[in-house]
């Protein structure tokens, strides 16, 4: 994947890192956080029912499109480098790679477009909106796999990812 377009896109992050490896940003969150933070982020992003049934509905517990989002770049800064940087880390393989950098893409285009405040109708009526669902799931169907997991559970709340995220 082209990288050039993340860096020429503004940030959809906020906040700061103190320092980095070889211009990466380093973070202190182990690597199985990291990748259960994106595939959380990749379930609830390619999931049309749930996002009827939870960002449209207001339901509380799974937050809404931008938090889901910031979950997908946040910690891997997947916003500004390709998926493959983490190769042997939080991802497996290029294939797994290349399936989470065109979900990234397609749904930074749309956040860009539509706005990080914006309502979750706004998203979801986004002519690109099934694009973007499509690559997420496909990406959220091979990293479940991978993980012996399977991917057509619904998606865990935010504070069930808390708890299996929350160190030992």
Do not use: C
Request: proline residues 8%.
């Amino acid at each position: 994947m082209d990288s050039r377009y993340r860096s020429a896109r503004p940030s959809s992050r906020t906040g700061h890192r103190s320092s980095t490896m070889g211009g990466m940003p380093l973070n202190d969150l182990p690597w199985w956080r990291w990748r259960a933070r994106l595939r959380s982020a990749l379930h609830m992003l390619s999931d049309p029912a749930f996002q009827q049934d939870a960002w449209l509905a207001g339901r509380p517990g799974y937050g809404d499109v931008t938090d889901a989002v910031y979950r997908l770049v946040e910690d891997t800064w997947l916003d500004r480098w390709p998926a493959e940087k983490y190769l042997g880390t939080i991802l497996r393989d290029p294939t797994e790679a290349g399936l989470v950098d065109a979900a990234v893409l397609r749904v930074l285009r749309i956040l860009h477009e539509v706005g990080a405040d914006a309502p979750a109708a706004a998203y979801l009526g986004h002519p690109g909106w099934p694009d973007a669902v499509a690559a997420a799931r496909e990406a959220h169907a091979y990293l479940a796999a991978g993980d012996g997991e399977d991917p057509d559970v619904p998606p865990r709340s935010l504070e069930v990812l808390r708890i299996l995220t929350r160190a030992a």
